[in-house]
Each structure stands twice: as C-alpha cells, then as structure tokens.
C-alpha cells in the first residue's frame, strides 16, 4: 500500500517515494551476474526477486515525495569527486546468523564506494551523553556501517545453501570504471520495481 506524507498539510495526499541510490556496473558484469543467477537458479532453485534483480552496488535508501532533493542530495555528496575504478574479486558468503546466506561478489577496493556512502548518508554528530532516567532516553544504536558488495542472491535458507557443492564457478573477476551514480525510486511500502528517475555524473 503506497505511503503517503502527513508531515504537512494539503488538500491533495502526497504519494511518498522509497529512493534506492546505487552503482552500475558494465553491461558484461549484469550479464555474467544473471548467469550465474541462472546457475544457481539450477542446483537450489531461486526466488523471482533474486533471478530478476539486476546486478548493483546499493549506496543508500531514502523517502521523499519529490525527486528534487534526492537529486540535490547526490549532486551534493558527489562535488569535486572523480571517477574510480571497482574491481570485482571472486565471491563471498555473507551470513545472516543461523537463518539464511548471501551470494556475492566481493569488491577488492571498497574504500570510494564506502566513503561516497557516508557522504550520501553521514553519521550524525553524537549528543551529549546524560543520564538515562527514562526508556525514551535510551540512545540510538549507530548505523550499520555500508558493506560494498555485487548480490548474486540474498535471503538463501540455510538448507538450500548447504546443498551448493562447489562454489568456484561464483569466483568471477572484473572491474569497471564508476563514473556515475544512479537513481530510482517505487512507491513507499511497495514491492514493485525500481524505475529509473536520473543518473549524477562523477567529475
């Protein structure tokens, strides 16, 4: 059901957006990603959202009900940045405790991408620490850091991962120049697709 914004008010409801902002590899990473979706697909028999997901590097996710200031959010963290090449080195299992696994492809270099995560989403400044005497006094637990990576297939039941026998064929190499950052966005608290709203250069 689409979200809408009531932080203000309006004689129209606001449809509210979720923002995915990420990195887009070459057409031949996509493609080689969806085989080995495909491969995968063949021993343990994947989701549709896991076959049909197009290969990326999420950044940061945001609501908004316009795309002007996500715009001028990226624009922003982006200035003065030079592109940068990133550089894919074999797979990596990602685990979720005892519940499911992550396929990925590791990023040899993930030190640009991890900083222009933090631009796009700074820590905030911590607050002065006092005493707690309240439950609504109980700081906030900080931010999962960003951990750069390719999917090849997340959320995989544990059962079904132990029934991959050989993942060498996941150990796929490649780099390619990040020269831009792309944009979409879907409705707030859907499960649609990603549609494309813009892409920021770098440089």
Known sequence: MARKNTGQLSFFEETVYEYLILLS???????????????????????AYNRNSVAHVSLFKKEAADNAPIIKLVKKAVAGMEPFTITLAGHEVLKHGSVSRTLCLKIENPEPVTALAAQLNPVPEPKRSYLQTTIL???????????????????IPVADF??????????YTAEWLCDRITILRRVAGSTGHFSPVSEVKLG
């Open 25 to 47: 590899p070459s057409d031949a990473i996509k493609e080689e990603v969806d085989r080995m979706k495909e491969l995968l697909h063949g021993m343990i028999g994947l989701e």
């Open 137 to 155: 006094d109980k700081p906030k637990r900080p931010k999962k850091p960003v951990y750069p990576h390719v999917t090849i297939a997340r959320n």
């Open 162 to 171: 132990s029934r991959i026998e050989d993942l060498t064929a996941f150990d």
